[in-house]
């Protein structure tokens, strides 16, 4: 899960400039990232509770650079 959650968070940042993949993606990062740091095996684990750790941040970055990327969109629609 933590694998997951850093996937989809780079995944998210790469992905901003299409509209709202990014920021669907950068949610399920912290979803996921959230999900395994609140399991009893990620916690007890140092390396996987950094891993779910960095994909929260990464997802929380991805949201960020997507909600960055479509407020000039914004005007258009």
Do not use: K
Not at 15 to 37: H, K, P, R
Request: a negative charge; aromatic letters at 6%.
């Amino acid at each position: 899960m933590p694998s997951l959650s850093i996937a989809l968070g780079a995944l998210s940042i790469a992905s901003f400039w299409v509209v709202g993949l990014g920021f669907v993606l950068g949610v399920s990062a912290v979803v996921c990232g959230a999900f395994a740091t609140s399991r009893s095996g990620v916690a007890d684990d140092e390396s996987a509770s950094l891993r779910a750790l960095l994909g929260v941040v990464a997802g929380v970055a991805g949201i960020t650079v997507s909600a960055i990327a479509l407020l000039p969109v914004l005007e258009y629609l």
